[in-house]
């Protein structure tokens, strides 16, 4: 059986940035935090509250920012091997009644096998979430992003918003 469940984010209300890297964007950016009132729910009854929660999205594309967007290049590895096997099989199996599948996967396969190994040789490794990150400057605004009032230090030594109580991360 199918069973419907998520969760409920009420009260969203801004309340950090910081700079951060987009893996979405795959740039820097800056992301802020909205904290939501998060119930769980099963079949749309909400049923376990779960208390206040950060949520950290980019102000371009509204995205999670460290959140892999692109397909990692592992699978695409897997990818090319099991291309390879592809191409060892149809050009062992002798043509049968069926030829013109056969070929089809005898030109198809390593064709596609050669344009994913060219592609993977030619792209260099992406630099991992860690390495983007260290290269980010601690947030050094003073003026709040949101709505524009001088920032203020807070009595935890954090500087805050006075108008909308955002903390710079
Ligand atoms: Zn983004
Ligand atoms: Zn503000």
């Not at 043509?95 to 089809?104: K, R």
């Not at 344009?115 to 601690?138: N, Y």
């Not at 605004?141 to 710079?168: I, K, M, Q, Y």
Request: net charge positive; proline share 8%.
């Amino acid at each position: 059986m199918y069973i419907v469940h998520g969760a409920y984010h009420f009260w969203p209300k801004r309340v950090a940035f910081r700079n951060d890297y987009c893996l979405g964007c795959d740039k820097p950016r800056l992301s802020f935090a909205v904290r939501t009132f998060d119930v769980g729910h099963v079949f749309w009854i909400p049923i376990l509250p779960v208390g206040f929660w950060n949520h950290w999205k980019c102000s371009e594309c509204g995205r999670d920012p460290h959140v892999h967007v692109k397909t990692r290049r592992s699978f695409k590895w897997i990818g090319f091997g099991c291309l390879v096997l592809l191409s060892g099989m149809f050009w062992l199996t002798p043509t049968g009644s069926n030829d013109g599948l056969t070929w089809f996967f005898r030109i198809a396969a390593p064709a596609g096998g050669t344009f994913l190994l060219r592609h993977l040789l030619r792209t260099p490794a992406e630099p991992s979430l860690k390495d983007h990150l260290s290269k980010i400057q601690p947030a050094a605004d003073v003026v709040c992003p949101f709505c524009g009032t001088p920032l203020g230090v807070s009595s935890e030594g954090r500087w805050t918003c006075p108008a909308c109580r955002c903390v710079r991360y």
